[in-house]
């Protein structure tokens, strides 16, 4: 097993610099080196398991903090495939075969006796705003003598989703960032601490650095909010809308390839029961003796391929009180419907499996539902 400076110098021997442009962003909070030694740990793993293409993947991911961690969550669940005895390549954007115009390239593919699948990751971070806040104040920080601490107001703590929302909010950041700037210019080593000043309805508080030298930033927090529950779960339906037309990209051949889509889920308030009605349908419980429940035809031909057990259990079903009343994204979203073969998810820590029984024949069948790792329903 390698010690960490040989792991690092290993992992960025292909390209030094890219070690450079992470720990630029790297920040000076502990979670951050958590976050880079967990990866460390992965890229290990992988490395002891031979993964196919390990250190030129990482050339190609490692150019940004946050690719980083991108690519932290793709060794996540190729280290799970792992685990389960699949050998993993991890799929080159230079590879011939993906290197045609218009072609989207799936993350990585694992194989197991006969059995191969295409895998592609999605970290599910929510909203950014604090962490790229703080990545462009932190180099302004550096130069200066101070520590530097901020409460954000409603207006940054709000999560958001939209392109529109988006757009908005990076113009609020912008601001920010130039009054930050603009205050920092003004203070020097008379200045009397602590002392906080008010941008844009934030309370930022600067004070002595602990070594009385360096400054750094010290981290955040963020006001109480009402969560935006339905727009974070239509956030995980763009996703998984995104990486389902990567599919319709591909050649023929690939095609008849199983592809998963995969969900690293940071957020706390996310559960596997909400995830389930997102794609399957929402259920609603009927007090008298006969709910009201109609079938699509989809789902009975689902059923009639061996999928009836599974779709009850999802609440697809005249026996129960509570089924599916208003139809999920597996069953409205024709991309999605055809091209998804099933959503592997990291929710709270645990791994769940959740198979698309509508996809399209080739990429469909109970034998793939049995090999994939994780929880299933």
């Known amino acids: 097993m390698m010690s960490v400076p040989e792991l690092i110098r290993w992992s ?30 992965l890229i290990e793993s992988s490395r002891n398991c031979n993964f196919l293409n390990l250190q030129y993947k990482l050339v190609e991911e490692s150019s940004s903090w946050s690719n980083f961690l ?64 703080a990545a462009r104040i932190r180099p302004l920080i550096r130069h200066s003598s101070f520590c530097v601490g901020i409460k954000y107001s409603e207006d940054f703590s709000f999560p958001v989703i939209k392109s529109n929302e988006r757009t908005d909010r990076q113009n ?14 003004t203070l020097d080593s008379t200045t009397s601490l602590p002392k906080s000043e008010d941008i844009l309805g934030c309370r930022v508080t600067f004070t002595k650095p602990l070594d009385g030298k360096r400054g750094y930033y010290r981290g955040c927090v963020t006001d109480a909010i009402n969560l935006p529950e339905e727009k974070l779960y239509q956030h995980i339906a763009s996703v998984i809308e995104l990486k389902a037309k990567k599919r319709t990209t591909w050649d023929e051949p690939k095609k008849e390839i199983p592809y998963l889509i995969a969900l690293d889920i940071q957020q706390d308030y996310i ?67 055809k091209n998804v073969t099933g959503i592997i998810a990291r929710i709270g820590g645990e791994l769940h499996y959740l198979p698309n029984p509508f996809a399209e024949e080739p990429i469909n069948s109970l034998d793939i539902h049995a090999l994939v790792p994780g929880k299933k329903a």
Not at 91 to 96: H, N, R, V
Not at 275 to 282: D, M, R
């Open 12 to 41: 960025f021997s292909k390209k030094p610099k890219n070690l450079l442009a992470i720990t630029e962003h790297f920040g000076e909070t502990l979670q951050d080196l958590f976050k880079f030694l967990e990866i460390l740990e």
């Open 70 to 133: 991108s690519f932290g969550s793709e060794l996540f669940f190729a280290n799970e495939f792992s685990r389960h005895n699949f050998s993993v390549e991890l799929i080159l954007k230079s590879k011939d075969c993906w290197n045609k115009e218009g072609r989207q390239i799936p993350d990585f593919s694992v194989l197991k006796d006969k059995h191969k699948f295409f895998i592609e990751v999605a970290r599910i971070s929510g909203d950014e705003t604090t962490s790229e806040v």
């Open 172 to 185: 609020l950041i912008d601001k920010f960032v130039n009054e930050f700037e603009k205050i920092l210019k």
């Open 271 to 337: 559960f596997q029961d909400r995830l389930i009605s997102l794609l399957f349908g929402k259920r609603c419980h009927f007090i008298d003796s006969q709910p009201q429940y109609s079938e699509p035809s989809i789902v009975s031909d689902a059923k009639a391929r061996g999928w009836q057990e599974f779709l009850e259990k999802v609440g697809f079903s005249q026996q129960i009180q509570s089924p599916v009343t208003d139809h999920g994204l597996l069953i409205r979203n024709e991309i999605i419907c």
